[in-house]
């Protein structure tokens, strides 16, 4: 059997074993749906606030930041149902020692950990980007740019790779710092610069997300391309980033785990 | 529990919360740095006053508000609602009853020991800001600074008590970290955290007026740089501190009916 068709089976074991685990908890889930759309609801607020002010903020009219709020919240959905459930699993891993059995097992580790958990079922706020998008849309009085939605799909790709990417960076800090449990919430704190488009964000700022912690790449770009005014050459440049981030973070999770004392013995 | 007892014990709560907070102070810096928020939404406010003042901010006004925003969140900051929530699970709330002392006495000197670390942070924050806008801002009145200082602890003490309140909602639904993530979202929004108040159409602004939210943050924060005069000022703090006495009141008949459900599981 070749290595790719195992780890596709080892995918789909851990994906039904997530399943199970979360039909247990399906209280959970209707909580979980309306306490996201809430947060989602009120984090619109300084949006509307801004517009009710301005025509426009930094060259954005309020449709089109709406895209980029579809998009950060798009992402936002992908994290808290894919990233976020697993990873938060292996801080715990990590401070309780117990990474020692995800390190015997004979497969890569990183593949293990990050495929442990799956909670799709959180990820309600999918719904909500669309809606986002298609209001947005609707009161611009025009389609998405054919090609831009094509650049845009793929921009998707490349957006949750960084996410992931940014994600093992954050986690490989709890190899060096054992007590951050709070990871988490300093991720999605400067995550959520990501909400507005870039350009509101000048010098230093706007700089260091684009180039160190590529937040422009996630939202700012994908809003661009479906209003079919991404240059070529960013998308090439985000396609080239990603690649970048997914083998960085590859070599600071391999160095990490060579750094890592098991807690219990 | 005597109250002498208690005032006795409180130096040794913290010595004891402060040497966990220095022991702890990697993961302090990361709660520091995930409160970074108000300096987004200054990079924010600012292009939106790039061209022209928002109603009476420029953008050295947005720069003042927002680094005193920060310094405030700093201050005032509570987490009992996650750690009643936690220990409330785990059981190890038993722990605490057993003790001569209050257990919110306990939380609260707890949570108060973390404002000398959290002040290395702010004062330089303080320094900065004052060098980036001047001192104009601040009241010349030495009474609003007086003002100022009750505030920030009616503030304190709002944000202590409200987490307090929905932690002890854990003893009915065995988890009110849920219940917090509300409580947060509207904080956030109505408090002046992410919008100054006076920012708001004035609907809006009316029930903020009511709300508790305002008097956790947007309060002290407007004292510092919004220039209120002494009435206006000795009003807020007036409807501040009936929210203190609100909660206050709130607490005591929820913890009285809560500790009766109490049942220490595997503690």
Redesign the interface.
């Known amino acids: 059997m070749s290595a790719i068709g195992r780890y596709w089976r080892l995918f789909e074991v851990q994906v039904r074993s997530s399943v199970l685990l979360g039909l247990q908890y399906r209280a959970d889930f209707i909580l979980d749906g309306v306490v996201s759309l809430f947060w989602t609801l009120t984090a619109l607020v300084p949006l509307f606030t801004v517009f009710h002010l301005r025509q426009t903020v930094a060259g954005w009219t309020f449709e089109e930041a709406l895209l980029v709020t579809g998009w950060f919240t798009l992402l936002e959905a992908i994290l808290e149902g894919a990233i976020n459930p697993s990873l938060t699993a292996v801080v715990d891993h990590i401070r309780k020692g117990t990474l020692d059995f995800v390190l015997l097992k004979p497969a890569d580790a990183q593949f293990l950990v990050s495929t442990a958990r799956f909670e799709p079922w959180r990820s309600t706020n999918v719904v909500t980007a669309l809606v986002l998008w298609t209001l947005a849309f609707v009161r611009m009085g025009r389609p998405p740019s054919l090609p831009g939605s094509v650049a845009a799909v793929l921009l998707l790709v490349t957006a949750t790779a960084l996410l992931y990417s940014l994600w093992i960076l954050t986690v490989s800090a709890a190899f060096y710092v054992v007590k951050i449990d709070n990871l988490t919430n300093l991720f999605n704190s400067i995550f959520d610069a990501a909400r507005w488009p870039v350009q509101v964000f000048r010098g230093l700022m706007r700089w260091v997300f684009t180039f160190i912690i590529p937040l422009a790449l996630m939202t700012t770009f994908p809003a661009e391309a479906m209003l079919g005014r991404l240059p070529l050459t960013a998308l090439a440049w985000s396609v080239v980033g990603a690649g970048v981030f997914g083998w960085l973070s590859r070599r600071v999770w391999l160095s990490s785990i060579a750094h890592y004392t098991s807690a219990s013995s | 529990m005597s109250v002498r007892s208690t005032v006795r014990a409180l130096p040794t709560l913290f010595r004891v919360g402060f040497a966990e907070m220095v022991a ?1 102070r ?2 302090m810096l ?2 520091v ?5 108000p300096l ?2 200054l ?6 006053a ?1 061209d022209a003042p ?2 009476r901010f420029d953008q050295q006004d947005f720069v003042a508000y927002f680094l005193a925003t920060f310094i405030v969140r700093q201050l005032t900051g509570a987490w009992v609602a996650w750690q009643l929530s936690f220990e409330v699970r785990t059981g190890t709330l038993a722990m605490r009853l057993l003790r001569p002392v209050h257990p919110m006495v306990s939380y609260a000197v707890e949570n108060l020991a973390a404002i000398p670390l959290r002040l290395v942070v702010a004062l330089p924050v303080a320094v900065i800001a004052l060098l980036l806008t001047g001192s104009s801002r601040l009241p010349h009145d030495p009474l609003l600074w007086v003002i100022f200082l009750v505030s920030l602890l009616g503030g304190w003490v709002i944000t202590f008590l409200a987490n307090a309140v929905i932690g002890t909602l854990a003893l009915w639904t065995g988890s009110s970290v ?1 219940v917090m ?2 409580w947060l ?2 904080f ?2 109505f408090s002046g955290y ?2 100054p108040v006076e ?3 004035p609907v809006i602004r009316g029930v903020i007026e009511v709300l508790p939210f305002r008097y956790q943050i947007g309060f002290p924060v407007e004292l510092l740089t919004r220039g209120l005069d002494r009435a206006a000022a000795l009003r807020l703090l007036l409807a501040q501190w009936v929210w203190v006495g609100l909660f206050l009141l709130g607490f005591r008949i929820i913890w009285r009916r809560g500790l009766q459900r109490f049942a220490a599981y595997g503690g």
């Open positions: 702890y990697a993961e990361v709660w740095l995930a409160t970074t928020m987004i939404m990079a924010l406010w600012s292009a939106v790039h928002v109603g849920k993530d509300v979202a509207l956030m929004v992410l919008i920012l708001f159409p």
